[in-house]
């Protein structure tokens, strides 16, 4: 994606279809925590390391997402494949502090979300590479590598691949 704001993002999808579609950054986290949301909202916590909020995309910056495991049921979600769920259920941080949230998680503000017909119009001029998604990649590999680990994965070798669409 020639586009500098995708620059070496991995984005998993969670909604497409005619009204448009919807995703969240996956590998960009920022400097701040989950433990200082919930300090803002004074939810009593408990000892322990808190993971990152994630900019989840360029689009309603404060809207915040939970992408998590189906081990945890939320009161509202979406199951977005596999193993996973979409949700902004806010029961969930006080969930967390408790130590009965989802076993895996990830907590963005924002997401990348395209009008009707525009993801389909940048496929067809292959400004994305799509992938199958993986779990392990979500949530097991280094932000910084999860998106050549994610093209790497299916065979191809992210640095060739942008060399021959003029990307690099």
Not at 111 to 135: D, H, I, M, R, S
Request: charged share 20%; with cysteine; glycine share 12%.
């Amino acid at each position: 994606m020639p586009d500098p704001r995708f620059k070496e993002l991995l984005i998993y999808l969670c909604s497409h279809d005619q009204d448009g579609a919807m995703g969240l950054v996956v590998n960009r986290p920022s400097a701040h925590s989950l433990l200082e949301i919930l300090k803002g909202l004074q939810v009593e916590v408990g000892n322990g390391e808190w993971p990152p909020i994630y900019l989840g995309g360029p689009v309603e910056t404060e809207a915040a997402f939970f992408l998590y495991t189906a081990d945890y049921q939320a009161g509202d979600f979406l199951a977005v494949g596999g193993d996973l769920r979409l949700s902004r259920d806010p029961q969930i941080l006080h969930d967390l502090a408790a130590g009965r949230g989802p076993r895996r998680y990830l907590f963005a503000l924002g997401y990348a979300g395209w009008g009707p017909g525009q993801l389909e119009n940048e496929l067809t001029v292959n400004g994305w590479l799509t992938l199958p998604a993986e779990e392990s990649i979500i949530f097991d590999t280094p932000d910084v590598e999860k998106w050549q680990q994610a093209a790497r994965r299916f065979g191809i070798d992210i640095a060739i691949f942008n060399d021959q669409v003029g990307l690099a």
